[in-house]
């Protein structure tokens, strides 16, 4: 890849230097786009709520909220974030976990949306009000990821209110006078299979029917979290977006007639699906080493892109004015790990100590994962708009990597 939105990588890199992740705000528009129009052919009342984990550069918020998008935030910093980017507290749905008194005494006095991880955390948040609306996450017991790690449902997965439990979590929210309520899923992540999401939403409203039945409660709205996948090798096929909201609603309006429930809002919490394919990671090669296998080395490592070393992620990487593929090469960082290995077995030209690589696919999970590890700066950041290159985060310098610090 050699230009990005009409802009050629290498006049990019001259002018802010390497490393840097850059966004394409035109495929962040497309997506949410794309995604939106799936399934408001279907549904009347549908909104679509950022999850801020995958991205959380206000400008990159500023984007989504102008688009007519809510947020899903995981902790009362995402919250600030959100409303800084200007989103209002009716479009910021707060979905924690494990979540300390400290932490829920911060988020309640927002009155935003609160989706619940656990009995436990319904007990602490009525010590501090009672909310107006009650939401708890269930995990149903099953639950799909790409990778171990991202797999957010099931047996494993440390999220959510089991199944069995559900009926006990809205009877103490109706003892305490709550009338209102939602529910919140999330069993997958980077999901490209359409029947998953019908499925799991199935699996949803069997647990629901029958509880909110019973207590003879309605949901206001129905959350079924994010999921949504995008390709990260050339060999997968993109998720069918269209089949997709149609197969979710009719599971949807079948079981919202069986139960009798007033026609709930549909909640999607996308984050990867949004931003995923709009940030690439540029890098520059600081040493090539030819010893038991050939290394090249650039300076953007696992401090600035963990996925590779946490999950065994896979990104498509190219390498700027240069194609035919001959050799195998091994990318790594800069980072004192031998986990610090971005791409193995990369299929690649001949790379020489000063070439441009490109890191594809990494708008989601990249900077917001990023560290300081080893004494790094973090990148910075770049977006690529109709007006131009515009710089929304500076890359850190040392007084940021110690101002944190009490010196004596």
Do not use: W
């Not at 989504?64 to 995981?74: F, I, K, P």
């Not at 359409?194 to 499925?199: G, I, L, N």
């Amino acid at each position: 890849m050699d230009r990005i939105n009409n802009f050629d990588v290498a006049d990019i890199v001259e002018r802010f230097g390497t490393p840097i992740y850059l966004y394409d705000e035109s495929s962040i528009v497309s997506n949410y786009q794309k995604l939106h129009e799936a399934f408001s052919k279907y549904f009347e009342k549908f909104s679509i709520h950022f999850s801020i984990k995958a991205n959380s550069n206000i400008s990159i918020l500023k984007i989504l909220h102008n688009l007519g998008a809510g947020v899903d935030s995981s902790s009362p910093f995402e919250v600030k974030v959100a409303l800084q980017a200007g989103f209002a507290r009716d479009k910021i749905i707060y979905t924690g976990n494990y979540e300390s008194i400290d932490d829920l005494q911060e988020v309640a006095p927002y009155n935003i949306q609160i989706n619940l991880d656990d009995i436990s955390s319904f007990n602490k948040l009525i010590q501090i009000c009672i909310p107006d609306i009650v939401s708890f996450r269930v995990n149903p017991g099953i639950g799909k990821g790409g990778f171990e790690g991202i797999t957010t449902g099931g047996a494993d997965a440390k999220f959510g209110v089991p199944y069995e439990l559900l009926a006990e979590a809205y009877k103490m929210a109706k003892a305490e006078g709550i009338q209102r309520y939602g529910v919140h899923i999330m069993t997958g992540s980077n999901i490209l299979e359409p029947y998953y999401f019908a499925e799991v939403l199935e699996k949803l409203f069997r647990i629901i029917g029958r509880v909110f039945n019973e207590l003879e409660i309605q949901p206001e709205y129905i959350d079924i979290g994010g999921g949504f996948g995008i390709p990260y090798t050339d060999g997968e096929k993109e998720l069918d977006l269209d089949f997709t909201a149609k197969l979710v609603a009719e599971v949807f309006f079948e079981y919202v007639e069986k139960y009798g429930f007033n026609t709930p809002e549909l909640i999607v919490e996308p984050g990867r699906y949004l931003v995923g394919n709009a940030g690439f990671l540029i890098s520059k090669v600081t040493g090539v080493k030819n010893g038991y296998k050939k290394f090249v080395g650039i300076d953007a490592g696992m401090n600035c892109l963990v996925r590779p070393a946490l999950y065994g992620a896979v990104h498509r990487i190219s390498v700027y004015g240069k194609n035919n593929n001959y050799q195998l090469v091994n990318i790594c960082g800069q980072i004192c790990e031998n986990s610090d290995i971005i791409a193995k077995n990369l299929p690649a030209p001949e790379i020489t100590e000063g070439d441009i690589l490109v890191i594809h696919d990494v708008g989601a999970y990249g900077y917001s994962m990023s560290s300081n590890y080893n004494g790094r700066p973090r990148p910075a950041e770049v977006l690529v708009s109709q007006q131009g290159l515009h710089l929304i985060r500076r890359k850190e310098s040392y007084e940021d990597f110690i101002a944190t610090m009490v010196l004596e």
